[in-house]
């Protein structure tokens, strides 16, 4: 019983009542975590073998008094990725993700949320892990692998760094090509998982591989990167990772911090996305910096269609100014 006491202990110090008693919305949100760990042990859908159970516990937790309805959603949704095993994980991917090789790489196949999946017209809340981002084989990480795999002379004996790696096809890429070592980086410890499952998907020996979820963007994890950007021949590779103006200042600083560091080079696959794009946001970004293109892909008809029109993406090396 012990992932249930991190369960309550999680839910009872969320904002949610239920007629005045915090224990009612957390018990309900127990009942809900089990019955949904019963659904990813037994392979079945709760929906279907038990609707008017399930529609009574969500009814009951959604007329909570909450005073944040998305931070009560949030609380349920961490609870429930918090009750999971690495194994139930594991399960649910393998069951709601399909092999695929319909991007710029398909000598690489990757397990993905596609549109032959259950999942792919799904809401948020269907999810029981966190946004599943690595689920989805982006633009501009695309661009950036088919340049590896087209360019793998460059790599050979290299240290990359896999920053926002999601599915793992830029590190499969890096390794392909020679890469000496390798930093699989994602915060999201799904997508750390998933990479696994695409490594082993696609025969690819990781024993130079190392597999972190680690925040690279917070000052005491320097550590964990800085033996990857320290080698003559090392790289930092983002693909798709300027998304929002934001994150794109972050991300940058961090980067002018691991280019006074050392004397690594950095590479990007992006779309057109509006932080690196629009003249607006990049003022509103903070960071000096100039791309120097190196290649541009058109995107396939398909792709295209999944990632809101954008029709080719571009790989370029960053530099800080």
């Given at each position: 019983?012990?992932?249930?006491?991190?369960?309550?202990?999680?839910?009872?110090?969320?904002?949610?009542?239920?007629?005045?008693?915090?224990?009612?919305?957390?018990?309900?949100?127990?009942?809900?975590?089990?019955?949904?760990?019963?659904?990813?042990?037994?392979?079945?859908?709760?929906?279907?073998?038990?609707?008017?159970?399930?529609?009574?516990?969500?009814?009951?937790?959604?007329?909570?008094?909450?005073?944040?309805?998305?931070?009560?959603?949030?609380?349920?949704?961490?609870?429930?990725?918090?009750?999971?095993?690495?194994?139930?994980?594991?399960?649910?991917?393998?069951?709601?993700?399909?092999?695929?090789?319909?991007?710029?790489?398909?000598?690489?196949?990757?397990?993905?949320?596609?549109?032959?999946?259950?999942?792919?017209?799904?809401?948020?809340?269907?999810?029981?892990?966190?946004?599943?981002?690595?689920?989805?084989?982006?633009?501009g990480g695309q661009a950036l692998t088919r340049f590896i795999l087209d360019n793998h002379q460059l790599f050979v004996g290299s240290h990359v760094l896999d920053f926002g790696a999601g599915c793992g096809a830029t590190s499969i890429a890096a390794i392909r090509s020679g890469a000496q070592q390798v930093l699989t980086n994602d915060i999201d410890i799904n997508a750390i998982l998933a990479a696994r499952l695409n490594f082993k998907l696609n025969k690819t020996a990781h024993w130079n591989v190392t597999f972190s979820n680690a925040n690279?963007?917070?000052?005491?994890?320097?550590?964990?990167?800085?033996?990857?950007?320290?080698?003559?021949?090392?790289?930092?590779?983002?693909?798709?990772?300027?998304?929002?103006?934001?994150?794109?200042?972050?991300?940058?600083?961090?980067?002018?911090?691991?280019?006074?560091?050392?004397?690594?080079?950095?590479?990007?696959?992006?779309?057109?996305?509006?932080?690196?794009?629009?003249?607006?946001?990049?003022?509103?970004?903070?960071?000096?910096?100039?791309?120097?293109?190196?290649?541009?892909?058109?995107?396939?008809?398909?792709?295209?269609?999944?990632?809101?029109?954008?029709?080719?993406?571009?790989?370029?090396?960053?530099?800080?100014?």
């Amino acid at each position: 019983m012990k992932e249930e006491g991190r369960v309550w202990s999680i839910v009872r110090n969320s904002q949610g009542t239920y007629k005045g008693e915090k224990s009612t919305i957390a018990a309900f949100s127990i009942v809900w975590v089990w019955l949904l760990k019963f659904e990813l042990s037994h392979g079945s859908r709760l929906y279907s073998k038990c609707p008017r159970m399930i529609l009574v516990i969500h009814g009951i937790v959604l007329e909570a008094d909450v005073v944040d309805s998305q931070r009560k959603h949030s609380c349920l949704r961490f609870a429930i990725m918090v009750a999971l095993s690495t194994r139930q994980v594991v399960k649910w991917i393998l069951r709601n993700t399909c092999k695929s090789r319909e991007s710029l790489t398909p000598e690489i196949e990757l397990r993905l949320i596609t549109e032959t999946c259950p999942m792919w017209m799904s809401t948020p809340d269907q999810c029981p892990l966190r946004d599943p981002y690595w689920a989805f084989y982006w633009p501009g990480g695309q661009a950036l692998t088919r340049f590896i795999l087209d360019n793998h002379q460059l790599f050979v004996g290299s240290h990359v760094l896999d920053f926002g790696a999601g599915c793992g096809a830029t590190s499969i890429a890096a390794i392909r090509s020679g890469a000496q070592q390798v930093l699989t980086n994602d915060i999201d410890i799904n997508a750390i998982l998933a990479a696994r499952l695409n490594f082993k998907l696609n025969k690819t020996a990781h024993w130079n591989v190392t597999f972190s979820n680690a925040n690279l963007l917070l000052p005491y994890n320097d550590p964990v990167w800085s033996a990857f950007t320290s080698g003559q021949k090392s790289y930092v590779l983002l693909g798709d990772m300027f998304y929002d103006t934001e994150f794109a200042a972050v991300v940058l600083k961090w980067l002018q911090r691991v280019r006074n560091q050392s004397d690594v080079s950095i590479l990007v696959g992006d779309p057109g996305r509006h932080p690196l794009a629009d003249q607006n946001h990049r003022s509103r970004i903070g960071v000096e910096f100039k791309e120097c293109l190196i290649d541009e892909y058109a995107l396939p008809g398909y792709v295209t269609k999944e990632h809101y029109g954008f029709t080719s993406s571009k790989v370029f090396q960053l530099d800080l100014l």
